[in-house]
């Protein structure tokens, strides 16, 4: 009980904050207006695949897809930004606008057909009528009237986009570059409210970190902007990149503005890294970084010291990394930058819960309508199996010992932590792993954020209603949203706790199958307790963050590690991954013979593929061991309430 005071007893303060309700949906509307601008998307995901053969490979001088020219691209970028910053206006307090970027078969139409399906709880808009506009005038007579006029942003200083997209949440204005060939059509209807243009031409060094000062004074620090809602938005560099006749490497940050601009949110880009960046190359070192502890300090302030929303993530891909090409200038890869980046929100009490950019092929539209469904209906979680289930099967001796000549496998899957992959679910590209034939042949712990309930309700409804008796719903990283717990500050961990514990408790969460604590790497002990306490069935952290021992049980409850080996490639790669850590953590380490494995957005076709390999290895399910013995694994593929009760039966008390 000293331990439970000592970790939880302070949170009884926050209580009334905490606990209080957010307002119920408004009710459905009675006319939706659709708008296809999938001819104004550009899929890298394809692109790249059919040229480089792997969609992660996009070099800056790739052929431009057919038909367009880089004056076609720019101009599609600039329509894509008008239209996302409107749709956020016009969205703001009911759903009026929705858009189709990838097509009749995409994945906005998708959940479009699902919200219409009479009598299932994710068909909210069955009785909405759908009415197709057919052009941009047509769009323009119907939602102009909704705005200010425009603001414009100043393409010699790409950082103005994203000052203007905060300009557009607070004023109501829609955004528009100066230059743009789209200017003579919008200004004869909207008038100019306010122009960016030549106002950081002789900012110092740095134009781009003197716009985000600029805007951080004029609206977050002023409080007209929300603090509680960033927006790590890629700024108007796609556009520079296309005025230079190159391309851009992925997504161009111009779908998910409509959320940004809905909630008055503030929107950056800047590196975290101590580096000049690519984009502004003669700024002071570390002025970027400088810039962006500015605005998360501001934001804090503001915000009385709640948690902050991160939505987008760190472009990597176009900037701040090795993958953006020699240009960068920079040696750190992606991974590096994304956990910089989160360890610094967390130290502010910042969560991400967006994502952005290309998730095959997809970008993140329509938030600003996805967010009025209705949230689905409170869950309980499964019921753990009993020893008597567990002797039954096998697993156990009947006097409760591990019988012995088995190896445990649990497969997460991943990384459905962002609101983005989970839109992304039934994408084209991605093999639509949710409609898989295979889903439900096989036990599977499903990672997802029950707090995406916030931003995507009718999605997560589809899912919980969707869900087979080998899906398992466990919690993803590090909580109610992604961030580092060890870099949160000691009252901001508390309001931590009981955000997630809330989700977790509504939705039926108690396993938490991903605890990244990135660069903080092994979790502080009285964290741990903190997440023992919200998820008492079990718990799992990557094996290269963990503190010895492991497996263990922490505050009663099984925790354990993730093998670093990550299931991908093929089914016969990943079953050799499967192999190696049998090796290593079995064998050479001497753990108990339960193995866990994340697989990041694979089908389940390819888990059912890697089960059918590590069970028929050959037909006495033997590898070959580190001396050239003969093993015998025995892999069983277990549910995560079957491997979490299992493991906690071999574990000292």
Known sequence: MDRLARIFLPALLLLPLLLACAAPPPPPPDRLYVFDVSDLHLDHYRLCLAETGSPDACPADLPLPPGKTFPDLLRDYDTLIFLTTLQGIVNRTRPRLYLLHDGPAGIDAFWLAKYREAGQPYGWLADTEIVTLPDLPALLDVFAPDLNGLVLWDPQVPATLNAATTIAGVENLAVLRAGSPLEPLLTAILPVKMSLVGKFDSAGPSPKTAVYAWARAQYLASGRANPRFLAYLED?????LYSRQKMTRGGVYALERDYVVQERGFAFDLSPWPDPPLDDPSQPPGADRAELEAILQTARAQAGGRLIKIWGFIPWYQKYSAAAGAEAAVSYSGVEGEWESTWLFSRYGGYLQGGGGDVFGAGLANV???????????????????????VAQGYLTPDGRLSPGRTFVLFYMGDYDLAHPVAALMANHAGQPWLDPRRGDIPLAWGFNPA?????????SYLYATQTGQDYFVAANSGAGYLNPDALPETTLLRWLWRSRGFYRRYGYDIQGF???GLGAAMSQRRLDAFAWLTPAGMAAPDFEMDEPWPRLQWGVPLTGIASEALAGTPDVAAEAVHTAYRRVVLEQKRPPFLLFRAAFQSPTFMWGVRDRIQAHDAENRITGPNGEILHPNYTVVDPYTFF???KYTLPE
């Not at 108007?236 to 520079?240: E, K, L, R, S």
């Not at 209705?374 to 869950?379: C, E, G, L, V």
């Not at 995406?452 to 997560?460: H, I, N, T």
């Open 236 to 240: 108007g560099w796609p556009a520079v």
């Open 515 to 517: 605890l990244l604590n």
């Open 645 to 647: 009760a299992l493991l």
């Open 368 to 390: 600003s309508v996805h967010r009025f469904a209705p949230p689905p209906a409170p869950r309980q979680p499964p019921t753990p199996p009993t020893q008597a289930d567990l």
């Open 452 to 460: 995406l309930v916030e931003d995507l309700p009718g999605m997560m």
